[in-house]
């Protein structure tokens, strides 16, 4: 994983509440076998002249701004896949499915909880999200949000499951020399 860095962007206003993992990315593409290639598919069923993410004026945003119980539903992984790959690198809403939070931390995606929502929806200009201040600062002011610390190292220091474990590779290895051998049950 990447660390997660400061990110100016554009927001993408995505009000709907109650957006479910199968709407983020249908059951048809859950056979891809990698973690890339899904952003084509993210909101398939959705998309169309008068979708948000097929309008010009949020091309290339990274920060999508949701409406409350985002991601809720089935806890597909590949919904933050394809979230991640279309090219977003946050996601602000009221409020997240908990397996969906979880999934956005393990994959590099910094989940937002914030009521203020309402303010960003209109917000024309670029936002300033910065995890290390956990601010965001918009035109008409600034946000502060709360993230579990253990969450904002992982993000901050781009570790995934297995590198955060590897970072106590000495401390595993010293632990295994100095344990005894196991018995055997018969």
Known sequence: MKPFLTITSKITPFPEPNVDTDQIIPKQFLKLVTRSGFGKYLFFDRRGPNFVLDNSLYRGSKVLVAGDNF???SSREHAVWALQDFGFAVIISTSFADIFYSNCIKNGILPIYTPDTHTLFSEENSITVSLQ???IRHTSGVIHFEIDPHHKTTLLEGLDDISRTLKYDDMI????QNSPTP????
């Open 173 to 176: 290895t010293l632990f295994e």
């Open 71 to 73: 991601g809720c539903g």
């Open 133 to 135: 201040d956990q601010v």
């Open 183 to 186: 018995s055997v049950l018969l």
